[in-house]
């Protein structure tokens, strides 16, 4: 599977190679920055996932991560946001396996002897916090890590803060495990009541199954709950040998998707059009016609709704005077002189000539760049649409 997923990865970046000469920078950044992201992850250990507890402030994120690494590692807060700074904990021996990775995104890696050796676990800032960078961090981070552990209180659960992200994720549900924290505050009843109100809650996100587990991470008093059903649930994740390839399909599927869509239809149409729209130009550029003409030429291209057709509208009007000028015209326009009049026109090319030279014209300044865009469109498209047809293939197997 490696092989296949480092082969997509390949297709992903020919359609980038494409989409550069069709599409802006900043369109295809993200998509770019994924394949970047995609291909690093690939290149450290799979026997073990990075999962990062994500939430809003206080719901108990640095004081599960405490819980599951056996040791005070993150701050445990009165004054929040306590957590300003993205923090992991990994066993010694994996250290140095991650580090790199984890560097790259700017998270600082510290041992803690008894986490399993299967988890690295990322501590994030919170994502409902008036330090706007804070939700940044987390949105750029995500991409970059296989597990996400999202945090709720049986106070904030239902925020729009939290839910308005995992809307935005639904594509990653194989990669999330949610939970609902604090439920020492809550008695037996209300914590089935609140653990269903909130499946409810990411049901209505367009979750199809999300798997909702209850702790007490730090209760204060009596002990801990639900720690180990959390890492029990992240073990199941850690090996499952498909679940970093449905979370590398579901970030490819989702570039070709934005890949598709900036990329835009063709429109199959465009031949039989252009070949109507030169006729009708060139009658009129015959005619002297030549706003008419410029005018009818723009619309058309407007028509084709591209903003990389925007550089070819700007050059219609000069490429509608050079057509005029093969009419010969302008210089019988001028010429004030009769007699020169007469002999011009004596050896002035036919009235069928001339057309033929206008058509040429205005096919070689206008149509035939027009195409050009439109093949290399065409070309970005039958690239994304095979990466498509190549991570279906991959998913369903
Ligand atoms: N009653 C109760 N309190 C808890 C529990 N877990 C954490 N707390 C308390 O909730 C407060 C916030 O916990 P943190 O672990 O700092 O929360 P956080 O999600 O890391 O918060 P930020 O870093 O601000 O995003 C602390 O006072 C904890 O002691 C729990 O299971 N039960
Ligand atoms: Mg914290």
């Known amino acids: 599977m490696r092989e296949r997923l480092v082969g997509l990865l390949e297709k992903l970046d020919l359609t980038l190679a494409l989409a550069k000469e069709v599409l802006d920078e900043d369109q295809i950044d993200s998509t770019a920055s994924l394949a970047k992201t995609a291909r690093a992850r690939l290149a450290y250990p799979d026997d073990l996932i990075i999962a990062a507890l994500a939430g809003g402030t206080g719901s108990g994120k640095s004081s599960i991560l405490n819980a599951i690494s056996g040791e005070e590692m993150a701050d445990v807060g009165g004054v929040r946001p ?122 209505e996100d367009g979750l199809a199954d999300p798997t909702v587990i209850a702790t007490a991470a730090n209760p204060p008093s009596g002990p801990a709950l639900g720690v180990d059903d959390l890492v029990e649930a992240l073990h199941r994740l850690a090996t499952d040998p498909l679940m970093l390839q449905a979370k590398l399909l579901a970030d490819i599927e989702g570039a070709a998707s934005t890949l598709a869509e900036m990329a835009g239809a063709t429109g199959t149409d465009f031949e039989t059009r252009v070949g109507e729209l030169v006729d009708e130009a060139s009658r009129l550029i015959g005619n002297g016609e030549t706003d008419p003409a410029t005018a009818l030429l723009t619309e058309f291209v407007e028509s084709l709704g591209l903003p990389q057709l925007d550089a070819i509208s700007t050059k219609i009007p000069a490429a509608v005077e050079t057509a005029y000028r093969q009419t010969g015209t302008p210089l019988r326009r001028r010429t004030v002189f009769s007699r020169l009049w007469w002999v011009r026109s004596r050896s002035a090319p036919s009235h069928t000539e001339q057309m033929a030279k206008v058509t040429e014209s205005i096919t070689a300044e206008l149509v035939d760049p027009m195409r050009e865009v439109l093949r290399q469109r065409a070309q970005l498209a039958a690239s994304v649409a095979d990466l498509s047809l190549t991570v279906a293939s991959l998913t369903t197997r």
């Open 82 to 203: 306590t957590t300003s700074e993205p923090l992991a904990v990994a066993e010694p021996g994996r250290i140095g396996s991650v580090s790199g990775y984890l560097d790259e995104l700017g998270i600082e890696v510290v041992p803690a002897a008894s986490a399993p050796s299967w988890l690295v676990l990322v501590d994030l800032p919170d994502t409902d916090s008036v330090e706007v960078e804070h939700r940044h961090l987390v949105e750029t981070l995500l991409p970059s890590i296989d597990v996400v552990v999202w945090v709720a209180d049986p106070e904030k659960y239902r925020d729009e803060s939290l839910h308005s992200l995992i809307r935005r994720l639904t594509a990653h549900e194989g990669q999330m495990v949610f939970v609902l924290n604090q439920v020492d505050r809550l008695s037996e009843e209300g914590r089935a009541q609140v653990v269903a109100d909130f499946g409810v809650s990411l049901g």
